[in-house]
């Protein structure tokens, strides 16, 4: 691995250099894709779900006809969710394509750039309502060839035992909240003021910035290790004993941490749509736009994230530092006080006839902040750390099937938000978060020491240090 071009070791904030053009990257590719992703629900139901517009979309009423043989008769709110789900879970299924052509085939800067012109023609055919799925089809693979290609060449920075590889994680998870904060103020207000169009391409000009950072910062980035398949006979990996270990712990780990998403992933779906009918959002005697919601949840992740690291740290100098897997149940817990209040506040406020105050709302996104704190980056560095170095790539695309996962589930559970009062809609998230947090301590038990960072190191010859 070489790091020379990196500028040493205090480039960035006592980090390689590339890092903050990793960082600026993801920055704006997440931008791009929380702009889109804030507005679509509300375009949907709002629009393009409606009468006059539904029948002008490429191919919907297909698609319709399959979601409603498989799901029964599906009303506008339904089949919003339903789209939602099959978009935002795809877009957390691809990256294992995409970890695969890099590892394999093209390697991961090729990919990467591969991807983001894909998403850049996604994001400006979003403007005609014709073109809507073959758009969201551009988005779901050029995500995926973007997504774990980026965050794995943020591992091959750092040596084995580099213990700077966590808190690059976090910085990593601030660019990408900036970039969400960004999105509703930019592209949700354009696309609720000014019209849709609008804020899908703000979107499509935020990764196309991106994109050009990224080919600026290139000279500064690790260099791609060959391709797996043109370093081995028949496309075989090696791996040792130890390495199956800890590939099937953390395969075991997704569909755990796929339950422990579902409550985030929760906030671009059925909770937009319900604070836009059942919540305050007059400030100073003015509605503010309904996806500002994300920019306050991005708000409180970045504070909470500063905030969860500074704490963690001072624990560590007495001598508490617990493992990751202990990290990630403390947040399922946060998420289960964090949807207890926003049940509470909802059946008192039905039961008096009123609205969610907006204070409430930020509480609870406080809440849920912390938990993301705890439960995202931590994962995404459990993976990084323990995933085989020869196939790293592609298990950091396999990393993001739990969001695959949860996010099928919550375009499913969001169709509920109809037949269900509210109060027990969001109290179901609640326990949804509380048994994740049982079977993530499960698995902690049982595998402790498959995924502590004491486990046993490759033994190849040739595999010294983590190349991501």
Known sequence: MKLARSGGPAG?????????YIAVTEAWERFAQYGMQALLVLYLVDTLLQPGHIESVAGFAVMRAILEALFGPMQ?????????????????????????????LLGRS????????????????????????????????GIGCFKGNLAAQI????????????????????????GVIAAPLVAGTLGETLGWRYGFAAAGVGMGIG????LAGRRYLPENPAP?????????????????????????????LALAAIGNQQMFNAYLIWSDASASLDVFGTRMPTTWLITIDMLA???????????????????????????????CLFSVAAYVLLASATWMADSEGAKVGLATLVVFHILGSTAFAHIYPVSLALYARASPPAIV????????????????????????????????FWLMHAGLGLLACIMVLAIGAVCRRTLSAEAPASTHQDRPTRQG
């Not at 089949?79 to 394999?104: C, E, K, M, Q, V």
């Not at 905030?307 to 963690?312: A, E, L, S």
Request: with cysteine.
């Open 301 to 331: 992740s970045i504070a909470c994230l500063l905030g969860v690291m500074w704490f963690w740290r001072r624990m560590a100098v007495i001598g508490i530092a617990p493992m990751e897997i202990t990290r990630i149940a403390i947040g």
């Open 155 to 178: 591992n091959a920075l750092y040596g084995m035992d580099d213990a700077r590889r966590a808190d690059a994680y976090q910085i990593y998870t601030l660019a990408v909240n900036a």
């Open 76 to 104: 506008t709110t339904a089949l919003a969710s339903a789209i939602f789900g099959i978009y935002g879970s795809f877009i957390y299924l691809t990256p294992i394509l995409g970890g695969f052509l890099a590892d394999r």
């Open 393 to 424: 790539s592609t298990m950091m695309g396999i990393y993001y099937l739990h969001l695959f996962l949860a996010n099928g589930t919550t375009g499913w559970i969001g169709g509920w938000l109809d037949r269900l009062d509210a109060y027990v």
């Open 12 to 20: 960035f904030f006592g980090h390689p250099r590339a890092l903050g």
């Open 228 to 256: 797996k398949a043109k370093m081995r006979p028949a496309g075989r990996w090696s791996l040792s004993a130890s390495e199956w270990k800890s590939t099937l712990a953390l395969l075991a780990l997704l569909p755990v």
């Open 110 to 141: 090729a990919t990467v750039i591969a991807g983001s012109v894909l998403m850049i023609s996604g994001h400006f055919l979003m403007m005609s309502e014709a073109a809507f799925l073959p758009a969201l089809l551009l988005l779901v693979f």
């Open 211 to 214: 994109l050009g950072v990224y």
